[in-house]
């Protein structure tokens, strides 16, 4: 790997723990940053480079670093009702980068890219809360997919915004 790609890389995982600590506590599962840096990580980021710094970000807070929100890390996070949206992140990527590597960035594949991840991602979290807090289906989605929705499109389009900024002046160029 070149120095500018690990360069990049690193500047991003920076990023996602950066918004990992942006959070408004809500009951259950907190509202933060992570998705809007998932989101540009994935779209400004090629796919291997995209799955490797989510992996690393996910490794280093199941170690035990405390870089998932709140300040919190360990492998019991990834064990908890939170892990299925953590897990979720890989599956974000691995979707919004995999699309944005076979179309054009234009503002609507990005937004279409980043929408179809981050559903997937908020779904997957939402379903993982059925079997560790013992909820139905519809409660799953009524306490940790509903209230992230309209959060979720903000994020998204904030994703758009700054990522069409970021590739007409060059400065993350994939």
């Known amino acids: 790997m070149k120095t500018k790609q690990l360069t990049l890389n690193a500047m991003m995982l920076a990023i996602l723990i950066i918004c990992s600590q942006i959070t408004i506590p809500l009951p259950g599962v907190p509202l933060t940053l992570q998705t809007f840096a998932i989101g540009m990580i994935a779209t400004m980021l090629p796919l291997r480079d995209c799955l490797l710094t989510i992996f690393t970000y996910l490794l280093i807070g199941s170690v035990g670093l405390p870089v998932f929100a709140n ?13 299925g949206y953590l897990i979720g992140f890989l599956i974000y990527g691995l979707i919004t980068s995999g699309i944005l590597e076979l179309t054009s960035r234009t503002p609507l594949t990005i937004c279409l890219a980043n929408f179809l991840g981050a559903a997937s991602q908020l779904i997957i979290g ?17 306490i940790g997919v509903i209230p992230f929705i309209i959060p979720g499109i903000l994020k998204l389009f904030l994703v758009v915004v700054v990522a069409q900024r970021l590739l007409k002046a060059r400065l993350l160029a994939r």
């Not at 300040?71 to 892990?83: D, Y």
């Open 71 to 83: 300040f919190a890390g360990g492998l019991p996070i990834l064990l908890s009702p939170l892990g």
């Open 126 to 142: 939402g379903l993982w809360l059925i079997p560790a807090n013992h909820l139905t289906l519809s409660q799953a989605m009524t």
